[in-house]
């Protein structure tokens, strides 16, 4: 069975950082590429980020580049998002989410069940 | 960038067939993947490559795409089935995953 646990949410102070986590589980990590969507209180899905299955191609939404980077570490299982120089907007739940394929295409067929970031001042 | 539209809100009765648009620059040449989301949950994908449906995802469910509309298509609409769906689609000119904004299914 596919699991994906998210961590590392919570309380962050405007300007300030955190790493969310993402623990996979019941399939080849290594095969598939993965991504971050976030969802503000009230609003719709916002893609955030995705990472190929050899985290040699990376892509990152306008509205978080040079602020946050995705990350992965095949051996562990694990999918990262580096949150720095948070913002208010950033105020939302985390998403982890399995590609389809290796490539960064072809829609989620997996999500987590997201961790809260909430920003403030 | 690119942008999905769909509308904010579709109402049906039980039993009646529901049509979600999204609507797109020439949508038609692009993959389009459907979400469901249901209130406190993660979203679940119900239509992936324009018509294909995951394991589990009832017959009921169906999609299409051509021109400058995608269309998820629900017939025999069940109480169940009320959630926010969401349209996707990767576009290859920014390498960048693309949601529509979401349509809110109401079972009346």
């Known amino acids: 069975e596919v699991q994906l646990v998210e961590s590392g949410g919570g309380l962050v102070q405007t300007g300030g950082s955190l790493r969310l986590s993402c623990a996979a589980s019941g399939f080849t990590f290594s095969s598939y590429a993965m991504s971050w969507v976030r969802q503000a209180p009230g609003k719709g899905l916002e893609w955030v980020s995705v990472?190929?299955?050899?985290?040699?191609?990376?892509y990152h939404a306008d509205s978080v580049k040079g602020r946050f980077t995705i990350s992965r570490d095949n051996s562990k299982n694990t999918l990262y998002l580096q949150l720095n120089s948070l913002r208010d907007d950033d105020t939302a739940v985390y998403y982890c989410?399995?590609?389809?394929?290796?490539?960064?295409?072809?829609?989620?067929?997996?999500w987590g069940q997201g961790t809260l970031v909430t920003v403030s001042s | 960038s690119y942008v999905l539209i769909q509308p904010p809100s579709v109402s049906v009765a039980p039993g009646t067939t529901a049509r979600i648009t999204c609507g797109g620059n020439n949508i038609g040449s692009k993959s389009v993947h459907w979400y469901q989301q249901k209130p406190g949950q993660a979203p679940v994908l119900v239509i992936y490559y324009d018509h294909d449906r995951p394991s589990g995802i009832p017959e009921r469910f169906s999609g299409s795409n051509s021109g400058n509309t995608a269309t998820l298509t629900i017939t025999r609409v069940e109480a169940g089935d009320e959630a926010d769906y969401y349209c996707q689609v990767w576009d290859s000119a920014s390498d960048h995953y693309v949601f529509g904004f979401g349509t809110r299914v109401t079972v009346l």
């Open positions: 989410a399995k590609g389809r394929y290796r490539s960064p295409s072809g829609g989620f067929d997996y």
């Open positions: 990472i190929s299955d050899s985290a040699s191609i990376t």
